[in-house]
């Protein structure tokens, strides 16, 4: 079984501000992992995904994440928000012979001008 | 290349009736998935279903259920309505159960 803790329930920040959303997971099977952005009245949109390979994954939007496995984590990153980043954004994790994923709690980006 | 689509978009329901939601899964996909995402609650498992059989099942009633038809398309029913119903559930399909999941908009049920 797995697990994710999105260690932020909101996080704002100020537009052209560098942001970390911060995602730790647990799981006694090796994994993928996801980062899901959602916009209001709206499914989910795949930002990025580490399945194998380097850490460091780039996304859509100018996000990328970093895998570190001896933490267990998976902080997603972007340099310069924007208020059009302004959403929900949720970790998730998916044992690598498993079919559902397990979704965090969910993190809510709000970007100031 | 189509997305995800689920109907209907919104559903008003009473308690005890019955609700019927839909999902077609992009092209070539064949797993698709069902989750709950009610008020502050996050996203909850529903159900997995792949190759037309339901492959995992999230800790739900079993008033909730669903099924796979054979152009994987996929209907989830819901008997017996609460008002804890009430949440957006959100169906997402893969390719394979080792590719990301691609989710469609949500069908929105009310139970009043």
């Known amino acids: 079984a797995q697990s994710v803790t999105q260690l932020d329930s909101q996080v704002p920040v100020f537009e052209e501000a560098p942001v970390e959303l911060r995602c730790n997971y647990s799981?006694?099977?090796?994994?993928?992992l996801f980062w899901y952005v959602q916009y209001p009245n709206q499914g989910l949109q795949l930002l990025l995904k580490?399945?194998?390979?380097?850490?460091l994954v780039k996304g859509i939007n100018g996000f990328e994440a970093e895998f570190n496995k001896s933490q267990t984590s998976f902080h997603l990153r972007k340099p310069s928000v924007h208020i059009s980043d302004t959403a929900e954004y949720f970790c998730a994790v998916k044992g690598t012979n498993a079919g559902k994923s397990t979704f965090g709690d969910g993190t809510t980006l709000t970007v100031k001008p | 290349e189509a997305g995800v689509t689920q109907s209907p978009t919104h559903l008003i329901k009473t308690r005890g009736q019955q609700a019927t939601l839909r999902c077609s899964p992009i092209?070539?996909?064949?797993?698709v998935y069902w989750y709950q995402q009610a008020l502050g609650l996050g996203l909850q498992f529903l159900l997995w279903?792949?190759?037309?059989?339901?492959?995992n099942r999230g800790n739900f009633p079993p008033r909730f259920s669903g099924r796979q038809f054979p152009n994987y398309s996929s209907e989830l029913n819901v008997n017996a309505l609460e008002l804890e119903d009430s949440a957006l559930y959100l169906c997402?399909?893969?390719?394979?159960?080792?590719?990301?999941?691609?989710f469609g908009d949500g069908t929105r049920l009310s139970i009043l």
């Open positions: 799981s006694s099977v090796s994994v993928y």
């Open positions: 092209s070539g996909h064949t797993s």
């Open positions: 580490y399945l194998s390979g380097s850490t």
């Open positions: 279903y792949d190759e037309g059989e339901e492959r």
């Open positions: 997402a399909s893969s390719r394979d159960s080792n590719q990301p999941q691609h």
